[in-house]
């Protein structure tokens, strides 16, 4: 997948560009599926459904286990229908469940919010190839300090889970800003954690997006904390109107 972008005429294959389609957005409620929905919209797609797979397995190698139940929500928020498919969170058949949920749809592509990852994005080609689909991933090799400062002016992200040196229980719940920006600058030049989380230092949750219809206000919410890492487990959540 990482050669992709050494020749032009196969990334913008890959990538779509200039392409209207119909596609099923895979979505964790993260930051990055958010924004990839985003783009895909401004870029003049129809993103027909959201896709979510539920991981039995908190260690899935391929999909996001922390507050999934929000998902709901936010199809809600968006109106845009969600298609929820549960999986065994097993390397490689994970790939088995997220097809039985793609049989559901009829779309011409799926989009990602792939950033870095060769493993999930080689693995969602392989879906695409079977299924004759094709891959949008808007995000693909974007500069991540450049794309947290984008998706910062747009959304509304905040950090549920944590599990990197240098983001402790202070950091969950806190907004996607200037500041904790430049709090993950510091820390990727001290650790060299990877800014935009990919490799699990962190998880995030979007509350409100351009395409949102309503805002999602959190009601309850507690902390949970074992050794150095820890999440923000969403109890209560409610739609409310924007300003």
């Known amino acids: 997948m990482m050669n992709h972008d050494h020749n032009p005429e196969v990334r913008k294959k890959w990538l779509n560009i200039g392409m209207q389609m119909k596609l099923a957005a895979l979505i964790s409620g993260g930051k990055d599926s958010i924004f990839a929905?985003?783009?895909?919209?401004?870029?003049g797609h129809e993103v027909t459904h959201?896709?979510?797979?539920?991981?039995?397995?908190?260690?899935?190698?391929?999909?996001?286990?922390?507050?999934?139940?929000?998902?709901?929500?936010?199809?809600?928020?968006?109106?845009?229908?969600?298609?929820?498919?549960?999986s065994s969170g097993i390397k490689e058949l994970e790939l088995d469940d997220l097809t039985l949920a793609l049989k559901k749809v009829n779309v011409e592509g799926?989009?990602?919010?792939?950033?870095?990852?060769?493993?999930?994005a080689g693995r969602i080609q392989k879906t695409c190839d079977s299924m004759d689909l094709r891959l949008c991933a808007p995000l693909w090799h974007k500069d991540p300090e450049e794309l947290l400062n984008e998706m910062s002016k747009v959304?509304?992200?905040?950090?549920v889970q944590v599990a990197?040196?240098?983001?402790?229980?202070?950091?969950?719940?806190?907004?996607?800003?200037?500041?904790?920006?430049?709090?993950?600058?510091?820390?990727?030049?001290?650790?060299?954690?990877?800014?935009?989380?990919?490799?699990?230092?962190?998880?995030?949750?979007?509350?409100?997006?351009?395409?949102y219809k309503k805002h999602i206000e959190i009601v309850k919410s507690e902390i949970e904390w074992e050794g150095d890492s820890g999440s923000l487990k969403i109890l209560e959540a409610k739609l409310v109107d924007k300003n």
Not at 155 to 159: A, G, K, N, Q, S
């Open 37 to 43: 929905i985003h783009k895909a919209l401004e870029e």
């Open 164 to 211: 990197a040196e240098g983001l402790d229980k202070s950091c969950l719940g806190r907004p996607i800003n200037v500041n904790s920006i430049e709090h993950l600058k510091a820390l990727n030049r001290r650790h060299m954690i990877h800014m935009a989380g990919e490799g699990g230092e962190y998880e995030t949750l979007v509350l409100d997006a351009p395409f």
């Open 110 to 120: 799926i989009l990602v919010g792939a950033i870095e990852s060769q493993y999930q």
């Open 155 to 159: 959304l509304d992200i905040r950090i």
């Open 50 to 86: 959201l896709i979510n797979i539920v991981p039995a397995r908190s260690d899935s190698y391929m999909f996001h286990s922390i507050n999934l139940h929000m998902v709901e929500l936010i199809s809600t928020a968006c109106e845009i229908p969600l298609i929820q498919q549960q």
